[in-house]
């Protein structure tokens, strides 16, 4: 149960329970949001941000588990949340999101996250997220870059499809994956194709529900598509024998991105050892500006083979446009 604003608890003061800016549909906070976490937030005397939030089963990438990408989205609200940058309105600044993600994480329990106020020149906030019996399972560093900075320099704007590179095959989509399931009311529902470059193309359309406290898509939205590109393009060489799993994601966000329109994101495999792969990758706005690129670092498993993911009962196939 989430401590009484003025109570100490676990050592910390913490001050206050209702959610600080709230918009009512917000993916992470948005009490009026069907798809989304519903997060409550307190704040502590320090500074330290907490909210508590369980997993439903539309929030999931394997089965029973929640999505990396909207793991990233709960402790990146945090980590911005206990950098102060809501109210200093520092949304015109480029923002660098690093992830480690150690353990698996369930869905239907509660969940713990909390950021603090970075203690290096470098992070504005860090954040991690709890398991119930306390095991840290991700881990999350955010930066906020001046544009016009050396780090903070926006790639200039371009286009990646149609670019000149033919579209081999669709990959397959399953039933409820938070990013590609065609049952999940609450999810992308993003088309993934495999291109004769040996990228992996995404196209989906975020709807209302995924907006942020701004009304721009939410970083769950970002972080998943772009999460799945990434990790999809090992089966361009391996089809369905190898799987990736999240072991790491870095964005930068350089623009703000529209909901209600056709985004596209492509992702490529750019290093691979025995037991892990890389992949960066990108999306852009409709009118080819370059909005977000990422970087991802994967477990490569054959999740058939040890059980975690039943082709037949999520409905694994490729579906026509």
């Known amino acids: 149960m989430t401590c009484p604003p003025g109570v100490r608890c676990g050592g910390i003061m913490w001050l206050r329970s209702e959610p600080i800016m709230q918009a009512d549909h917000c993916f992470v906070c948005g009490k009026n949001n069907p798809a989304g976490l519903r997060a409550r937030f307190e704040v502590s005397a320090e500074g330290t941000v907490r909210t508590r939030c369980v997993g439903q089963e539309e929030h999931q990438g394997y089965p029973g588990r929640m999505h990396g990408g909207v793991i990233a989205a709960l402790l990146e609200e ?10 200093a309105g520092a949304d015109s600044t480029v923002r660098e999101l690093r992830v480690r993600y150690r353990q698996p994480v369930p869905l239907s329990v509660e969940l713990v996250a909390r950021g603090r106020p970075g203690t290096t020149g470098e992070d504005a906030a860090i954040a991690e997220l709890l398991l119930p019996d306390g095991t840290v ?12 900075s050396p780090d903070g320099e926006a790639p200039q704007p371009g286009r990646s499809w149609p670019d000149g590179h033919a579209v081999v095959q669709k990959q397959p989509n399953s039933r409820m994956c938070f990013v590609c399931g065609t049952g ?12 004769d470059d040996n990228r992996v193309l995404a196209r989906f359309v975020a709807a209302d529900h995924h907006a942020d406290h701004t009304g721009h898509v939410s970083l769950a939205a970002v972080a998943a598509a772009m999460d799945e590109a990434m990790g999809r393009a090992i089966m361009i060489p391996y089809g369905e024998a190898i799987w990736g799993v999240t072991a790491e994601l870095s964005f930068r966000l350089l623009q703000p991105l ?18 892990l792969f890389e992949g960066s990758g990108e999306l852009w706005l409709p009118d080819g500006t370059l909005a977000v690129v ?11 083979a040890l ?4 082709p037949e009962r999520e409905e694994w196939g490729v579906r026509p446009d």
């Open 78 to 87: 945090v980590a911005a949340r206990a950098a102060g940058t809501r109210a």
């Open 137 to 148: 399972a991700a881990e999350a560093r955010l930066r906020y870059l001046a544009v016009g």
């Open 184 to 195: 999940n009311c609450a999810g992308l529902h993003v088309r993934f194709y495999e291109r």
């Open 258 to 275: 529209p909901v209600g329109v056709e985004l596209i994101s492509t992702g490529r495999i750019t290093a691979e050892r025995s037991r």
């Open 294 to 304: 990422g970087y991802g670092r994967y477990v490569k498993l054959d999740m058939v």
């Open 307 to 310: 059980g975690g993911f039943d």
